[in-house]
């Protein structure tokens, strides 16, 4: 079974950092399809960072050069480091997973329950 917990959150200051971190079990990250999501208040959900099975990393235009999506494998750990925050990253994050190739036009199979990041001005 596959249990995703997110932990990392908090409150800070724009304009500065907070990494999250995503630990998996029954599920292991090489050959998967990994993801980061947020979604703000009264907003819909959207998806922040994914990387694909092959390594490829693709960002949201909105955290482009801000956030790094990085893997732990020996700790089964995905991280989602946040730099230089702005009021508007406020949101929930999530971390999800898919088995094999990364879903198209579908959500992920495998959620967290989140972690709250407030970002203050």
């Known amino acids: 079974q596959v249990q995703l917990v997110e932990s990392g959150g908090g409150s800070v200051q724009a304009g500065g950092s907070l990494r999250l971190s995503c630990a998996a079990s029954g599920f292991i990250f090489d050959r998967n399809c990994m993801g980061w999501f947020r979604q703000g208040p009264g907003k819909e959900r959207e998806e922040v960072v994914r990387v694909s099975r092959d390594g490829l990393t693709t960002y949201a235009p909105s955290v482009q050069g801000r956030f790094t999506i990085s893997i732990d494998s020996a700790k089964n750990t995905l991280y989602l480091q946040m730099n230089s925050l702005k009021p508007e990253d406020t949101a929930m994050y999530y971390c999800?997973?898919?088995?094999?190739?990364?879903?198209?036009?579908?959500?992920?199979?495998?959620w967290g329950q989140g972690t709250q990041v407030t970002v203050t001005s």
């Open positions: 999800a997973a898919e088995i094999g190739y990364c879903p198209v036009r579908r959500r992920f199979d495998y």
